[in-house]
């Protein structure tokens, strides 16, 4: 997965509150370490406020973003993409060397999503994208920018190779994604694309 952009609030704020508890984890360890006269193998991990820092951003970062208890607390709004999406793109008969060939066709849409990184993977019949680049924004509309690399199958059409594009969507009812593509100035193909959400996500993998 690679990072991604957003304008929601809380990316300023809550690494600020997991800061806070890893200086309170941190001072609450060496008390009690201290009380009880216990001593930290020299080839233990030291309990400090960066060993819980790290911790604890990992998990919100993996898991605590979008546990209900932590949503309804209205700690993170962060939209959840995660999961499996299927639709259809329709390209428009545009001047590109696909002139002629614009065909709808179904496509399956996987993304894999944390609180800092995402990743979208798109196939069709024809080819395989993956997004090397994206971001989210929350204002009136909940919308997903993004760049990918797209790597036609061997039984792709000749007409086709691989490219660079950029696509769109707006979420809908937290259930639809709708958008448009444009796959790049060699191509000249643009056109758009309608998602309906298979699947939600589980956790994210690496």
Sequence with gaps: MHPFATNCSERKHVPFFIALIAV?????????????????????????????????????????????????????????????????????????????????????????????????????TGSVSRSVSASLMVDAQIALSYEYINEPRASAAVSMHMHRGTGRFVLNGNTVLEGEYYSGRDRQTFGTVRLERVSGGGTPSS
Excluded at 58 to 85: Q, T, V, Y
Excluded at 92 to 105: E, I, P, Q, W
């Design 24 to 124: 309170g984890a941190g001072i609450f360890t060496s008390t009690v370490l201290s009380a009880l006269h216990i001593e930290v193998p020299w080839w233990a991990p030291p309990l400090d406020t960066m060993t819980y820092y790290g911790c604890l951003y990992w998990l919100f970062d993996r898991l605590g973003w979008k546990s209900k208890f932590i949503r309804a607390l209205h700690i993170s709004e962060m939209p959840l993409l995660a999961g499996r999406w299927h639709g259809r793109v329709t390209p428009a008969d545009a001047d590109g060397v696909s002139r002629g060939l614009a065909t709808a066709t179904d496509i399956d849409v996987t993304i894999e999503q944390t609180w800092t990184s995402l990743l979208v993977r798109a196939e069709t």
